[in-house]
């Protein structure tokens, strides 16, 4: 089974507009979670993390995601989008297979538009 | 504070040929990784090392080698290139596996 799932390649969305990533996770144990953006030929850059505490977790650039343990999920949320927010977005969970690793997601494309 | 440097920054080899790709941190981390990325696949761990001296394979190691040659470097070697391995490559380190990782700006290679 997959650790992580990013349902969808690509988000579209109006400036201004609140904008949701998709992430579901798989893995035992309590998970530790992150999300990271990637910008044009450039390496990733961390936004948050969720390890414990808080199901609401606040990061750079006016990010936030959602932590829900039921539907094993892990939303990133901004409240209102700039058109500076398209990147491609990446979802990441540490498991342990022999050693700890993080395993990344597919990753996706948002697309901001004027 | 640099970060995470990586050179070069990019390559073309022919298959066959062997080239090292090398990756240094200046953060003080304990771990550090390597990674491809690939259209559609988001990213694969090679290789990693959770601390200095230690080095462990990740999910596609085949054709890879690693030294964990001090606590600021690691170094990626492709001992004989093949057309598979045309890929973009990243070097990430962190504090430990519990935090967040860093990157550098990544390698672009192609093996013609």
């Known amino acids: 089974a997959q650790s992580v799932a990013q349902p969808e390649d690509q988000v579209n969305v109006a400036e201004g507009n609140p904008l949701t990533v998709k992430c579901t996770y798989s893995?035992?144990?309590?998970?530790?979670l992150f999300w990271y953006v990637q910008y044009p030929n450039r390496g990733l850059q961390f936004l948050l993390k969720?390890?414990?505490?808080?199901?609401l977790v606040k990061g750079s650039y006016g990010f936030e995601a959602e932590f829900n343990k039921s539907q094993t999920s892990f939303h990133l949320k901004k409240p209102s989008a700039l058109v500076s927010d398209s990147a491609l977005y990446f979802c990441?969970?540490?498991?342990?297979?022999?050693?700890?690793?993080?395993?990344f997601g597919a990753g996706t494309r948002l697309f901001v538009k004027a | 504070n640099a970060g995470v440097t990586q050179t070069p920054k990019f390559q073309v080899l022919k298959t066959g040929q062997s080239m090292t790709l090398q990756c240094a941190q200046d953060?003080?981390?304990?771990?550090m990784y390597w990674y491809r990325q690939d259209p559609g696949m988001g990213l694969r761990l090679i290789y990693y090392?959770?601390?200095?001296?230690?080095?462990d394979k990740g999910e596609v190691p085949n054709g890879y080698n690693v030294s964990r040659l001090n606590k600021r470097e690691f170094s990626l070697r492709l001992e004989s290139a093949a057309p598979s391995q045309t890929s973009v490559y990243f070097c990430?380190?962190?504090?430990?596996?519990?935090?967040?990782?860093?990157f550098g700006p990544g390698t672009r290679l192609t093996v013609t």
């Open positions: 893995v035992s144990g309590n998970p530790y």
């Open positions: 953060m003080n981390h304990n771990s």
């Open positions: 990430a380190s962190s504090v430990s596996s519990d935090y967040e990782q860093y």
């Open positions: 969720y390890i414990t505490g808080d199901n």
């Open positions: 990441a969970v540490r498991e342990y297979t022999g050693g700890f690793k993080t395993i």
């Open positions: 090392s959770a601390s200095e001296g230690t080095t």
